[in-house]
C-alpha cells in the first residue's frame, strides 16, 4: 500500500489530536446527529485530559459530524494541529470504539487499516428483462463504477450509465467494453465483477477485450442500489473479504521468498527501525495489532527514530519522545516514501509483528545518523 494519502498531514507540525468516531446515519440510529454529538463529547474530555489546546479541539468539533452526505454505517477519521485541519477522511467502516488521542506524532495506523485491502476493481450491474433475443424490444441497462475497495463504500469511484435498445445490445456491448477497458486500465484494475441479467451479461463479457476478459467474475443478481454508496457492495463485501491486493500480495511473496532463502529482508523492531534510518525500505510488513505495547523513540523527522532513548541522543537529536512503535513507523515510511504491507497472520507471522523488505542489503560498516 502506497501512503501518500497521508502526506499532507505529515508536512505539518504536531502535536495533533486523531479523532476516530462513527458517524452513522442509518435506520438503526433514530437521531443520527445526536448521537454523534454524545460521542464527540466523551472524545472531547479525553482530548481534554490528555492536554490538547483549546484551538485544536475546536478545530475537531468543526469537523465531527460534517459528512451528512454520506449514507449508510460508516466513520470518520480528524486530524487537527494548532486549530487548523490537518487531514479529514471518511472511514467505510464505523470504527471498532470511539478514540481520541493527542500526541506529538497523528494516531494514523487505524485510518491505514481502513484503506486496506485497496483492491482496484471495476464493478458492472446489468438489468434486463424481456425476451432473450436481439429481436426483442426491451431495454438493457448498465451501471459501472471503478473504484478501490473499501473506500469506494463511502467515496464513490467513476460512474458510468447506459441504456441501450435490446436489438442493439450485441454492437452496443463491444463499443462500451472499450470504454470499461479505459476506466480499468486507469486503476489499474485487477477485478472485474460483472451482475445482472444472464443472456445480456454473456454478451457484454465475450465482447470485453481480452485483457480485461480474463479478470472477470460473474454474479448472480443485480442487489439493491444504495445512492452515494459503491454500486454491488454486498456482493464486493463477499469477493473481497480476507483478501490482499495482488501488489501487497506479490510484495509479501517476495519478502517470504528473500526469507526462505536469507535474501535481503529483516524482521523485528530493531532491524525494521535500522532500515528506516538508511533509508533502505522498499516495504515495510505489519502484522496489525491495535493494543501493540510496543514503543519507539521519535525526533522532530521522519528518520529520526531509535528503539532506546540514548540511541537517538547518541545521534545528537535533542528533542526526543516516547511514542506508539506504529506511529513513529507510519511517519518514517510516509518521509522515506516506503509502502506499507498489513499481513494478516494467518498468512505470515512476522517477529514482533514486523518485517522488512529492503532496497538493497545493509552496509557492514558504520551508519550515518537518523535523518541525515
Known amino acids: 500500500m502506497r501512503l501518500s494519502f497521508l502526506e499532507p ?116 450491474r446489468i438489468r434486463y428483462g424481456g425476451r432473450h433475443s436481439t429481436d426483442a424490444s426491451g431495454t438493457v441497462r448498465v451501471d459501472a463504477e471503478a473504484g478501490v475497495w473499501p473506500l469506494t463504500k463511502v467515496a464513490p469511484g467513476h460512474r458510468l450509465h447506459e441504456e441501450v435498445p435490446a436489438g442493439d445490445w450485441p454492437r452496443a456491448a463491444r463499443v462500451i467494453g472499450r470504454e470499461l477497458e479505459g476506466h480499468a486500465r486507469r486503476i489499474d484494475c485487477e477485478s472485474v465483477i460483472v451482475a445482472g441479467d444472464a443472456w445480456a451479461r454473456g454478451i457484454l463479457v465475450n465482447r470485453l477485450p481480452a485483457p480485461l476478459r480474463g479478470h472477470v467474475t460473474m454474479v448472480e443478481g443485480t442487489g439493491d442500489a444504495v445512492p452515494g454508496r459503491a454500486l454491488l457492495e454486498q456482493r464486493l463485501e463477499s469477493l473481497f473479504k480476507g483478501r490482499m491486493a495482488a501488489h501487497d500480495r506479490h510484495l509479501l511473496d517476495v519478502f517470504l521468498a528473500q526469507r526462505a532463502h536469507g535474501a535481503v529482508t529483516a524482521e523485528g523492531l530493531p532491524a525494521a527501525v535500522a532500515a528506516l534510518q538508511r533509508g533502505q525500505v ?91
Request: no cysteine.
Open 282 to 372: 522498499k516495504a515495510l510488513l505489519l502484522n496489525n495489532h491495535p493494543e501493540s505495547p510496543l514503543r519507539l523513540w521519535v525526533g522532530p523527522e521522519p528518520g529520526q527514530l531509535a528503539v532506546t532513548e540514548e540511541e537517538l541522543r547518541s545521534y545528537g537529536v535533542q528533542d526526543v519522545r516516547r511514542e506508539r512503535a506504529d506511529a513513529a513507523l507510519t511517519r518514517a515510511l510516509v518521509g522515506t516514501r516506503a509502502e506499507l504491507v498489513l499481513v494478516p497472520e494467518r498468512e505470515a507471522r512476522l517477529h514482533e509483528g514486523v518485517g522488512v523488505l529492503l532496497r538493497s542489503p545493509q552496509p557492514r560498516d558504520g551508519r550515518d545518523a537518523p535523518g541525515t
Open 9 to 124: 498531514l505529515y508536512k505539518q507540525s504536531g502535536p495533533f489530536a486523531s479523532v476516530y468516531l462513527d458517524t452513522s446515519r442509518d435506520s438503526a440510529v433514530a437521531d443520527p446527529d445526536a448521537a454523534v454529538e454524545l460521542r464527540w463529547r466523551h472524545l472531547r474530555d479525553a482530548l481534554t485530559s490528555e492536554g490538547a489546546d483549546r484551538g485544536t479541539i475546536a478545530a475537531v468539533a468543526d469537523l465531527v459530524g460534517s459528512d451528512t452526505e454520506v449514507p449508510g454505517t460508516h466513520g470518520q477519521a480528524v486530524f487537527t494541529a494548532h486549530g487548523h485541519v490537518a487531514l479529514l477522511d471518511e472511514l467505510p467502516v464505523p470504527p471498532a470504539r470511539d478514540t481520541a488521542h493527542f500526541g506529538t506524532l497523528p494516531d494514523t495506523m487505524p485510518l491505514i487499516a481502513q484503506h486496506a485491502p485497496g483492491i482496484p476493481y471495476l464493478a458492472v
